[in-house]
């Protein structure tokens, strides 16, 4: 079964090589690599990758997303063919006055290489509104090229974040004022998953992506117990009959992939697992097109 990643991370950060030995896993380019061969992955979207690189004004793109880490591929034109990524938004450093400029720098990977196949914004982390008219350039930019907005959802990873800012409601007003741009709640708005499923639903250019709900490898016993959660969100699935709107997703290295594949399989029956682990990642990131072959 052909696979689409549509949530990992490639970055060499504090913390993600000792995370990736709990998922039993080597969090580098190489490894990576082994595991998309050992389970058909064809791509994979890394979310948030940045560069020391120039924009179009020359000198660092100040307001691009720096997670502490440094890419496994040196430039952005330096990417394996089989992963692209997302543009990670330092929200919090964009003003009125710097906003159209931040558009443009952005542009300035979109124009240049193929790989950038979407922009990613950090709400929760960074604590504005997804629909805050600071973005409304960048909203403008991902309609203009055709790539996908995502957001992060849900929980957050420290105490620092503000969840008021990463419920997945808050996509429904940008997605309403926006609907020629396609939007993803990532990490399935956890632990608002109803919300995240009924903004998907209402919406037609909203999706979602079913990365980071566990973590780690897990036991025989862990897998049991989230049985309950598994049938819980399958419920609201079969429910909205939301199976064109699901993509797989990993959160890689938090997690070792093939218990996420398995796991997320008994969510989606297994009508749907083509439309899930492959097709509909193709729709939303249209841009991969080019890369499979």
């Known amino acids: 079964m052909r696979i689409i990643d549509a949530h990992m991370h490639y970055f060499k950060i504090e913390g993600f090589d000792e995370l990736a030995k709990l998922a039993g896993h080597e969090n580098s380019r190489e490894g990576w690599q082994e595991i998309c061969d050992a389970n058909d992955i064809v791509f994979s979207v890394a979310m948030g990758n940045s560069y ?67 922009i990613k914004f950090y709400m929760g982390y960074q604590n504005v509104y997804l629909y805050d008219k600071r973005h ?75 990365s980071g709900l566990w973590e780690h490898r897990l036991t025989p016993k862990r897998e049991q117990e989230l049985q309950a959660f598994q049938q819980y969100v399958r419920m609201w699935l079969e429910y909205h009959e939301l199976w064109d709107k699901i993509m797989y997703g990993s959160d890689w290295p938090l997690i070792n992939i093939e218990d996420n594949i398995r796991n997320l399989g008994k969510i989606v029956p297994e009508e749907h697992w083509p439309a899930f682990y492959y097709e509909n990642a193709l729709k939303v990131y249209s841009r991969i097109r080019k890369f499979i072959k």
């Open 136 to 210: 409304e350039p960048l909203f403008e930019l991902a309609r203009a090229y055709d790539v996908p907005v995502a957001m992060h959802s849900g929980e957050t990873a420290n105490h620092h974040g503000r969840l008021r800012y990463s419920h997945p409601l808050t996509v429904d007003e940008a997605a309403s004022e926006h609907p020629e741009v396609r939007f993803v709640i990532c990490h399935a708005g956890n632990p608002w998953i109803p919300d995240a499923i009924e903004v998907a639903t209402k919406n037609e250019n909203v999706f979602i992506d079913f």
């Open 52 to 118: 020391d690189a120039p924009g179009r004004f020359g000198g660092i793109v100040p307001r691009l997303i720096n997670l502490g880490g440094e890419p496994f591929c040196a430039t952005p034109y330096n990417q394996p063919e089989n992963v692209g990524y997302c543009l990670g938004v330092q929200s919090e450093e964009i003003t009125p006055e710097n906003a159209e400029k931040t558009a443009l720098e952005f542009e300035y990977y979109l124009q240049r290489d193929p790989h950038c196949v979407g």
